[in-house]
């Protein structure tokens, strides 16, 4: 088991704040590191202005909004489950979803 896995569990130990708090925290450090995570992948060319005004159409809006609650919703999960249960068992929730997408995406979307 990664040690990381571990470290994390004993940080969330440590810090006491409600599991939206560390769902709120969590994405924002996230967004805090895109810009440079999004420069070093080379990616950062393809944000211009017209590819955001096409998010805020009238048929994008529900998609979009659909998206973010569902990111929301994984993200308090995550920091529930990671309360909940030893650090072994989180890891290994992560994999067995990992194969459970693999395996839904090979059957559903019949990719080879």
Sequence with gaps: MPID?????????????PPW????????????????AALC???????HFKTYTDAFAPSAI???AAACAVG???????????????AT???MLGVLNKLLTLFLNKICLRTN
């Excluded at 992948?41 to 944000?47: L, Q, S, T």
């Excluded at 929301?72 to 030893?86: D, E, G, K, P």
Aim: glycine letters at 2%.
């Design 5 to 17: 896995a571990v470290l994390i569990k004993q940080a969330l130990n440590d810090v006491k704040l």
């Design 21 to 36: 708090s560390m769902a709120f925290y969590n994405n924002f450090l996230a967004l805090l590191a895109f810009p440079f």
């Design 41 to 47: 992948a080379g990616e950062w060319d393809v944000f």
């Design 62 to 64: 529900l998609p979009l």
């Design 72 to 86: 929301l919703a994984i993200s308090f999960f995550q920091m529930n489950i990671r309360n909940a249960v030893t």
């Design 89 to 91: 068992a989180f890891m």
